[in-house]
Each structure stands twice: as C-alpha cells, then as structure tokens.
C-alpha cells in the first residue's frame, strides 16, 4: 500500500489539505466548476477512505484530488470556479498535488481532460502534461477524454517513497 504523506503547510494562500470532513466544501466547489456532473458530498467522502488518495483545497475557489499507487500518479478531479479562473489556483493545485505525489515515491502523474476544455488543456500543456491516450465518449456528454501523462522532477520524490529501493546512497569519489 503506498503511504502518502501529510501535506505540509504550503506557502500558497488559502491553499490546504483536504480530508473527508471537507466533502460538502469539496462538493459545492466542484459543483460550481462541473456543474450536473459534478461529485457529489458523498463519493467525495467515500474517496478519502481508498489507500493513496489525498486532496487539496483552495479556499472555496479550487480543489484537487489526487491518488498515488506504487511509483503512479492520477490526479482524479481538478476544478476551479468560474469566478477565480485565471488567477493561477488551477496551477497552484496541480503543482503541489505533483510534489505531493513524488514525495509519495511517484515517478509520473496522468490525468484526463475533456477534448473540448481549452482552458485545462493549456494548464496542463504549461505543467509538462502529453498525450498519451484518447477515452472515446468517456464524459456524460460524450466528449472523449485525453489521457495525458507528466513526468515527476526526481528532486520532488522521497527518497523512501512507494517505488523507492530505499536510501540511496551517495558514491564517494
């Protein structure tokens, strides 16, 4: 099972870790960004209790959530309110669900998005995100999803993470 770390404080106001206890905060955000497909209070709840998952919030602007398997990735819902779109919270989010995840041992990270989000497509282009796979008719709409897939910086991971082989240990010259 791979063991995520806690998030630390992050220098990002307004930006903090997520819990089950924030499912109705997650709920509401997540409503406003996806509108009828949005997760609702309880699945958000529900994806707190499986092994590697966690999540961040952003004040009640933004949210991610992510989960680390072995030396993997997903970030498996990132969404911003229309009103605070822009202002780099979808960035901050992304950004520190990366260290997060390589902290936790992950190499890389996928996510899917949306053909027609433009918008999510850019962030992610500007995060180092490429695709790697297509979803035919993978949303309720039937747009496909871009499977899209970033490497991880090794200085973000954890040197006893998930995937790790231990400490490593530094060669003397």
Request: aromatic share 6%; hydrophobic share 45%.
């Amino acid at each position: 099972m791979t063991r995520v770390p806690p998030p630390r404080t992050d220098p990002v106001p307004g930006l903090r870790a997520a819990t089950a206890h924030d499912a109705e905060a997650l709920a509401e955000i997540h409503a406003a960004a996806f509108g009828p497909d949005a997760w609702s209070e309880v699945v958000f709840a529900a994806q707190f209790a499986i092994p590697g998952v966690f999540g961040l919030l952003h004040a009640a602007d933004g949210l991610v959530l992510a989960r680390v398997a072995a030396d993997e990735s997903e970030i498996l819902t990132l969404g911003v309110v229309p009103s605070a779109r822009g202002r780099g919270i979808g960035a901050d989010l992304l950004r520190r669900a990366g260290e997060i995840a390589a902290g936790a041992g992950a190499t890389c990270m996928y996510l899917e998005v949306a053909v027609g989000n433009a918008a999510a497509r850019r962030l992610y282009a500007r995060a180092g995100f490429e695709e790697v796979g297509r979803r035919p008719g993978y949303y309720s709409d039937q747009q496909d999803a871009l499977v899209l897939r970033a490497p991880l910086p090794p200085e973000q991971r954890s040197e006893t993470g998930a995937g790790s082989q231990g400490p490593r240990r530094r060669r003397k010259s």
